[in-house]
């Protein structure tokens, strides 16, 4: 079945102990993209990557990292959570975002909560 | 400046019914792709339709259609004959090669949907 992958579904951790959600999708896409979701303030680009070794920010990117060593895994790492990232997480991978048509299949969303 | 503009957090619609859902967007490149979400109450994210800004027609996906304005920087999303499983959250999107990045896309804050039966 093509999807994309997320991990773990929900995690609690403390304040500056480092995490990874980690992302992975099946379907040869080259573009992949992280997102957070806020009551009230839609979804909101973290990272994105066009191809493999190839990544940019998006509009909320501090605080986190990313890294693209393989087309298909992209993870998310935290090196020191704060509350304010406690949010809700999509990973969503496109064929490509450039050419016409093709919309993002997304993850099932990590729900992290940060104390 | 808000480059996607939802103005209507919530709606409420009667069961076979059609609803428009608003959205309005801002870019001053003339080369963009608009796209539509839907965000059932489960959480997952599902792919609607999309509208290349330069495309002649307004775009279609069954019981969906795109009303594209480009003028007016409207790209409304109609729902055709609603039904109790299209409840949920909606959400516009832009890919907007202006914004810094050409692979960047923004989303809206979002209109939640409900059908009344």
């Known amino acids: 079945e093509a999807q994309v992958t997320q991990n773990p579904r929900y995690l609690i951790t403390v304040t500056g102990k480092k995490l990874t959600v980690t992302c992975s999708q099946n379907m040869n896409h080259e573009y992949m993209s992280w997102y957070r979701q806020d009551p009230g303030l839609g979804l909101r680009q973290i990272y994105y990557?066009?191809?493999?070794?190839?990544?940019d920010k998006g509009d909320v990117p501090e605080g986190y990292k990313v890294s693209r060593k393989e087309k298909r895994n992209f993870p998310l790492i935290l090196e020191s959570p704060s509350p304010n990232q406690t949010s809700l997480y999509f990973c969503?991978?496109?064929?490509?975002?450039?050419?016409?048509?093709?919309?993002?299949?997304f993850g099932s969303g990590t729900r992290l909560t940060v104390v | 400046a808000q480059k996607i503009t939802q103005t209507q957090p919530g709606m409420f619609v009667q069961e076979k019914e059609a609803v428009t859902l608003d959205c309005t967007y801002d870019t001053s490149d003339p080369s963009y792709g608009l796209f539509w979400y839907k965000q059932p109450s489960s959480g997952e994210m599902i792919f609607l339709i999309y509208?290349?800004?330069?495309?002649?027609q307004n775009a279609t996906e069954g019981r969906y259609s795109l009303n594209f304005q480009k003028a007016r920087k409207s790209a409304n999303l109609v729902i055709s004959a609603s039904q109790l499983g299209d409840s949920a959250m909606y959400f516009c999107?832009?890919?907007?090669?202006?914004?810094?990045?050409?692979?960047?896309?923004?989303f809206g804050t979002g209109t939640k949907l409900q059908v009344i039966p």
């Open positions: 999107a832009m890919r907007d090669p202006a914004s810094g990045g050409y692979q960047k896309v923004t």
């Open positions: 509208q290349g800004s330069y495309d002649q």
């Open positions: 990557s066009m191809n493999v070794e190839v990544t």
């Open positions: 969503a991978s496109s064929l490509s975002i450039s050419r016409q048509g093709y919309g993002y299949t």
